[in-house]
Structures are given as C-alpha cells and as structure tokens.
C-alpha cells in the first residue's frame, strides 16, 4: 500500500503517528474496519501509551465485533487523568453493545460532563431500559423533550420504551411534541410515521392531513400521502394515484410504487421499477420484490435466484443436551419486555434488543463460535462467487453479524411475512419448541418460505417449510421471504441472526 511506504519514509514518530490514524480513520469510513486493525496492531508496542492510538484501537477491535479487545483498549483511555468527553461515552456505549452491566454508570459520567449531548443521553436511555429500569429511562427522555421537543430519535425511543413495556398511549409525546413546536415539518412526518410502524392508518391519515393543511404541498408531505393511499388503498388506478409525484426519483416512494403495482395485479410494472435499481446501493431493498414478480410471472429467472430453496439448510448445533438446557434458561432470562418491537416481524411475543452474539456471557460467546463454525460450513458449501448473482456474489472471507436477537413466541405467536433488507445470509436457531399436541397440528409453527405477505393480496404460497426442532439452526438468503405459521400455544424460543 502506499501508506506503508509513507509511513516507512517520515523521520519522526510523531509524523508516523499523524498518518497512521489519518489512514485508519479512512479506512473505518471506507467500511474497511478489518484493515484499520491490521495497519494498527503492529504499531502497539510504540504508541501503546498514548490515548488517541488507543481510542482508534478500541474504534478498530468494535468494527471487527471483538468488543473484548476493544473494552481493553478504550479502558486504557479513560483510565488515565481528565479522559476526554467522547472517550468517556465510547467506553459506555462499548459496555452498551457487550451487555455489561456498569454501562449505565459510565454513560452518567460522560453525561454530567456534557449534559446536553443528545447521543449520551439516548444511549444512557437504551442503557438504563436494557437493565430494566424504565421508569428511569422514560424520565430522562421526557425531561430532555420539555427542552427539545424537535428530538426525533429521542421521541421515537420513548414510544418505543412505552410500547414494549406494555403501555397503551406509547406515542403521546408525539402529539404534545408538536403542540410545543407547530412549525416544524420533520415532527409531523415522524408522528406520522410511527402510526404508519404501528398500522394506525387512521390516527396517520389525521396527522398527515393536518400537516398538508398547514403546510401545502409539500415535497414529503405529498409522498407520504402516495404512501399512505398505497398501503391502505387498492381501488385507485396506479396512474392516479402516483400522477403527482411521477418526476420524483426517490428509492422508498418506488418500493411503494412496486408494492400497489402488485395489489394491482400488475407484476410487469412492479417488475420494471425494481430492475431500475438492480445495479445501485439500494439494490438490496428490491431483490425480495424481484424474486415475486419472477415468480408471479413464472419467470425462470426465479429458479435462478432462490435455486429452488436449495440455498435454503439445516445444520446440527453440536451443543449437548445439557448445554441446550443451559442456553434455554438464559435466553429466557433475557426476555423482559411485556411487548414486542413494532418494526419487527414478531406477533405474540418479545424480541431481545442489542446485538446479542456481541453479549459478553460465557454461554452467548460458546452459542457464538458454534455458530460461526457453522456459517462458515454452510459459506463453504455455496457455489461459486457469481458477480451478478445477489446472494453468490459476496465475498466470504470473515463472518460478521449485522444483527442478532432472541424471540419468545407465546400463545398463538409467529413472525409475519418479511425479509431482511441488511443482511446477506439470515437465520433461525431453536431452544425451546412446543410438543405437537401443544403446537396444534402440522404445519403449525414451521419456518416457511416463499409467502407473500398478506397485504399485497397475492396468491403466492410456501414453497418449503422446516420443522423446528431444538439444537438446529437453519440459514437462508436474507432476500427470501420467510415467516412462521402460528403456534396454537406453548413457548417458542429461538435465535436469529444475519451476516453481513
């Protein structure tokens, strides 16, 4: 690399130590973290000492998803006199992300250092709900929105926070947000997008109409009102109802331009929208509505994409009956919420937050190698890189976790249709399924695949289900569209994932 013979040329240390944080810097930004920690590591005997070497450290080991090395580096940081404000919130919110239990406790310390840093104060939030102390929680956002009412993720957080610990107003902010701030557009078009996340279509309809009076014809005012007819709608044409807004190139209003396509039973039209983004960034967002319109079309191109299910595998844990028993008891421990998220597929039933496989447990780390052995198996079994191809496109040298999380269903749970627009390969593990007389009859509670979901009216069925069974992880494309069928009762425990 260039650098390195840069590096190999300047005289001084202080020199050396300039560029190689320029370039790591870059690298992290260039989502390059992996090679931000190999330009770093062999210059720790040098610069061990000094806290920006450690805090960009620290940045490094955090993107390669090695929080311990990281908690190690960024300890050394605010271990020292007079830490700085930022060093201070990194180590909480490293503490955060690896489920230690003093995260709260840093996060208070930053925060009494700059108390109105909004990004300390939503993670000392997320802290404080992880530790179940939401009433806590919920009074630190709410006297932060008396004096910033325009906060959207900090309004957004609280309805989150109230919804999942089982209020029924959970979104009251909202309203008296925009009491206090009547001029500001933004927080009108995030009221309206949580009725929108929750399906209040009504609520939304009111919010965005008294927006549109207030405001006229606004840019993302009139697109949210094409979504709003979109989604709740399917007797008006598709050339009335996108005519106002047909010069607009934005990649969410053709999501939802393909969506009414395909209430219409127009799969050609939504086909040609989606294969306008096949070769840009937002590709990943279109990929699932491709493979149902190739498949309404009986286009063979289908067979191409999903190979038939055949992407689609079970593979054995290798975890003993008592290991099993162990992470079954544990993952309940985590489920705390009375609700689930309402951006997430899960009905009748709670979802962990954080990235779990990051938690620092003893029980997660060994689910977690067990796990990546397991990707890795089923990585190396793919066929070969097709550049074209979106799911055999991918490099497959490190396995990394965009996500991962537990699910409790109960009583008559299951997950709704759905994809996961992040990931490249996505995931199911079990630990804890209901006895068939429990479960109701087959297929109740099996993993499917290939159903459409229910609002696009389509007439499309599972081709392939799994049957849940303890101690089995089955691995698919993250663009197949996949969901449960519902449970009759019983407790239904499992843990997902996605590799980016």
């Not at 709260?104 to 404080?128: F, V």
């Not at 807004?245 to 053709?254: I, M, N, R, S, T």
């Not at 190739?294 to 008592?322: A, N, V």
């Not at 399924?433 to 979901?453: C, I, K």
Request: glycine share 4%.
């Amino acid at each position: 690399m260039s650098w390195q013979k840069s590096v190999g040329n300047l005289k001084t240390q202080k020199d050396k130590f300039s560029i190689v944080l320029n370039v790591s810097e870059q690298l992290k930004r260039a989502s390059r973290g992996d090679l931000s920690l190999e330009l770093l590591l062999p210059w720790r005997p040098i610069f061990r000492n000094d806290p920006n070497f450690q805090f960009a450290l620290a940045l490094a080991y955090r993107d390669a998803q090695s929080h311990k090395n990281a908690l190690k580096a960024i300890n050394r940081v605010v271990s020292r006199p007079h830490p700085a404000i930022n060093h201070l919130h990194t180590a909480g919110k490293l503490k955060l992300e690896n489920w230690q239990e003093d995260a709260a406790r840093d996060l208070r310390i930053a925060l009494k250092k700059d108390p109105n840093n909004l990004q300390i104060i939503k993670d000392l939030a997320r802290a404080l709900t992880c530790s179940a102390e939401f009433g806590e929680a919920e009074k630190l956002l709410e006297a932060t929105l008396v004096d910033q009412p325009d906060w959207i993720e900090g309004l957004e957080q609280l309805s989150v926070l109230r919804h999942t610990s089982g209020q029924e107003d959970y979104d009251r902010a909202y309203e008296r947000a925009v009491l206090k701030a009547p001029d500001q557009i933004k927080l009108r078009l995030a009221w309206f997008q949580n009725c929108v996340k929750h399906k209040k279509w009504n609520i939304a309809k009111d919010v965005l109409d008294s927006a549109l009076n207030k405001f006229g014809d606004y840019r993302s005012l009139v697109s949210a009102k094409r979504f709003l007819l979109a989604e709740t709608q399917s007797d008006i044409s598709f050339d009335d109802l996108f005519e106002s807004v047909q010069e607009l190139a934005d990649p969410g209003l053709d999501i939802c331009r393909v969506r009414y396509a395909l209430k219409q039973s127009a799969p050609e039209l939504a086909l040609s929208i989606c294969e306008l983004y096949t070769k840009t960034d937002f590709d990943r967002s279109f990929w699932p509505y491709i493979s149902l319109c190739w498949r309404l079309l009986d286009d063979k191109r289908f067979s191409w994409l999903e190979r038939d299910g055949d992407f689609i595998k079970t593979l054995d844990l290798g975890l003993s009956g008592q290991e099993l028993d162990e992470l079954k008891s544990f993952l309940f421990s985590l489920h705390n919420h009375q609700r689930y998220y309402p951006e997430q597929s899960v009905r009748k039933g709670s979802q962990t937050d954080r990235n779990l496989l990051l938690a620092h447990f003893l029980e997660v780390q060994k689910l977690r190698n067990r796990i990546a052995d397991r990707v890795r198996e089923y990585i190396n079994s793919l066929p070969d890189i097709e550049p074209e191809h979106p799911f055999l496109r991918h490099e497959r040298e490190t396995v990394k976790f965009a996500g991962s999380w537990s699910v409790l269903l109960q009583g008559a749970g299951y997950h709704s249709d759905h994809t996961h627009t992040q990931g490249w390969i996505s995931s199911a593990s079990y630990f804890n399924v209901p006895d068939p007389e429990t479960r109701g009859p087959e297929p109740s509670g099996y993993l499917r695949f290939g159903a459409s979901p229910p609002e696009l009216g389509l007439t499309l069925e599972p081709y392939k289900w799994i049957k849940p069974e303890v101690g089995k992880l089955v691995l698919f494309p993250s663009y197949t569209w996949h969901g449960t069928e519902p449970i009759l009762d019983g407790q239904r425990l499992t843990v997902a994932f996605d590799v980016m």
